[in-house]
């Protein structure tokens, strides 16, 4: 079982920068490929980015070079770096691990809220 709890949300102005973090408990964590998803209103949750065990990391098209995703095994914890954020960033971001062995195990943060607003 592995709880993860985000931080870091907030308001913003466009241009501005957020760093979320996710610190997990629970074994096991260097084994989980981590992500980042995020929700807007009246939208489908989307991926944002992913990063494995090894370190290859994922983008979506939408934050490609404003945004990178990092991990730190020794403190269980997977963050976010946002650079020049725009309004359409607003969402609920939420954290995520997966790992996939004969089973599948995925487990989600309760989500942070992301404002970009003037």
């Known amino acids: 079982q592995v709880q993860l709890v985000e931080s870091g949300g907030g308001l913003v102005q466009p241009g501005g920068s957020l760093r979320l973090a996710c610190a997990a408990s629970?074994?096991?964590?260097?084994?989980?490929?981590m992500g980042w998803y995020r929700q807007a209103p009246g939208k489908q949750r989307e991926l944002v980015a992913t990063?494995?065990?090894?370190?290859?990391?994922n983008y979506a098209d939408s934050v490609k070079g404003r945004f990178t995703i990092s991990r730190d095994n020794a403190k269980n914890t997977v963050y976010l770096q946002m650079n020049s954020l725009k309004p359409e960033d607003t969402a609920v971001y939420y954290c995520n691990a997966l790992r996939i062995t004969f089973l599948t195990y995925r487990y989600w943060g309760q989500g942070t809220q992301v404002t970009v607003s003037s």
């Open positions: 990063i494995a065990s090894g370190g290859n990391t």
């Open positions: 629970g074994s096991g964590f260097s084994d989980y490929t």
